[in-house]
């Protein structure tokens, strides 16, 4: 069992920053993939940034604005978030599986999820 537990959401202006983290613990007999997704109102839950074995991916709506990072030694995984649009307003959410997906991980079924943090982008 792994428990995720995200932080630093809030409300920003456009063209501002953001860094949410995400507490991982438990279970540390296996490695894990992590990643970040997003659900806006009305609309379907999306990938936004992955890190498998180091490597990095990001869905092409936020590529050059969002840094994903892992701190191994905290288990804590990051989302940098930087020039945030309205359109970024969603509740946030981190998710984790030894499954380490590659190619299909935006639609990939994640064993683990975090209770999610909301960021609000005004214009």
């Known amino acids: 069992q792994v428990q995720l537990v995200e932080s630093g959401g809030g409300s920003v202006q456009a063209g501002g920053s953001l860094r949410l983290s995400c507490a991982a613990a438990g279970d540390s007999r296996r490695s894990y993939c992590m990643g970040w997704f997003r659900q806006a109102s009305g609309k379907e839950r999306e990938g936004v940034a992955y890190i498998r074995y180091g490597i990095t991916f990001y869905a092409d709506s936020v590529k050059g604005r969002f840094s994903i990072s892992k701190d191994i030694a905290k288990n804590t995984l990051y989302l940098q978030m930087n020039s945030l649009k309205p359109d970024d307003t969603a509740m946030y959410y981190c998710?984790?599986?030894?499954?380490?997906?590659?190619?299909?991980?935006?639609?990939?079924?994640?064993?683990?999820w975090g209770q999610g943090t909301q960021v609000t982008v005004s214009s």
């Open positions: 998710a984790a599986d030894s499954g380490c997906p590659a190619r299909n991980w935006q639609r990939y079924a994640y064993n683990y």
